[in-house]
């Protein structure tokens, strides 16, 4: 089995009115190669007339952003001309790469009769070979996500991308992520085999439950060691689990703001290539 390293504690860091715990990065954990990024939003309630989701216009370049929409919604725009609004249950994958300029607001219809929200955002790095990549967006609602029902259907697995058994992810990979959501109903269990070269990314999003014989509790991110192969769950009551798992780039990071490159030089190349307009223009 493989060992527990250590259970982070997110940092609770609202964003005006949005209830925002950061996962990762935190003082106790930079990043878990290739995963660098997560920020948990809600889950709360937003009443009518509300002004939905603060994140309008801003630049991205050199990695990947995975959106969860647990439940609320979230109308995105951006610079390609790429447009959606994706519902509760289903994912967003976009590719920064070279740069684009993305929004990611409420619709419409949550701001006028508000509503339940709760949301996660994912950051993924890019390989040096790619971070200049051309800009890729693509919104999947829920139905479009597969579902893998496992142990007498006490276990559901959406499949966001990788594979599962010879079932294939909505989303492909570059680097080889595998990535999936997976609900529980109390005492359902799922054991997983990971190789020891795969860094883990394993946040309870809610529920709590039994990782390798140690008791997790919600909003926990659980690092383990690259040794073994096994992890076993077993829920103690209803669960919902954010799963991801990846060989490591183990290349340099360095990230300021929305960008993350390779070198300090790339940054700043960053910063004046956005503006000089080189990301193209936001008309929405």
């Given amino acids: 089995m493989k060992t527990i390293k250590k259970i982070h504690q997110p940092v609770y860091e609202p964003i005006q009115d949005l209830i925002t715990y950061r996962v990762i990065p935190t003082p106790s954990i930079k990043y878990m190669d290739p995963f660098l990024f997560l920020n948990h939003h809600g889950p709360q309630d937003y009443p009518p007339n509300n002004n939905g989701l603060p994140f309008g216009p801003h630049p991205h370049r050199g990695m990947e952003t995975v959106t ?37 607001v409420s619709s419409d219809e949550f701001k006028r009769n508000g509503g339940h929200l709760e949301i996660l955002q994912l950051w993924i790095n890019l390989p040096a070979r790619s971070k200049m990549t051309k800009p890729f967006y693509k919104g999947l609602q829920k139905e479009q ?17 990788g594979d599962w058994e010879g079932v294939e992810g909505a989303f492909h990979s570059g680097i080889g992520v595998q990535l999936s959501t997976i609900d529980f109903k109390a005492d359902g269990q ?11 990314f394993f946040y309870l999003i809610r529920g709590q439950m039994e990782v390798n014989g ?9 690092e383990f060691e690259n040794d073994g192969q096994k992890i076993n769950i077993r829920a103690t009551m209803p669960s919902v689990v954010l799963l991801g798992y ?15 490159m390779n070198t300090r030089e790339e940054i700043e190349q960053a910063y004046e290539d956005y503006q000089n307009g080189k990301f193209g223009s936001f008309n929405h």
Avoid at 148 to 160: R, W
Avoid at 251 to 260: I, L, Y
């Fill in 246 to 260: 990846a060989p490591p780039l183990k290349e340099p990071v360095v990230s300021q703001g929305p960008f993350v």
């Fill in 145 to 161: 996500v597969p579902t893998i029902p496992l142990d007498d259907e006490k276990v559901f697995v959406n499949l966001v991308s």
């Fill in 214 to 222: 140690e008791l997790v509790d919600e909003k926990k991110l659980v």
């Fill in 68 to 104: 969860f929409i647990l439940d609320g919604d979230i109308a995105h725009f951006d610079s390609s001309g790429e447009k959606s609004v994706i519902k509760s249950g289903g994912v967003q994958w976009m590719t920064a790469g070279s740069g684009l300029i993305h929004s990611e």
């Fill in 190 to 200: 799922l054991q997983l085999s990971i190789p020891e070269t795969e860094n883990v």
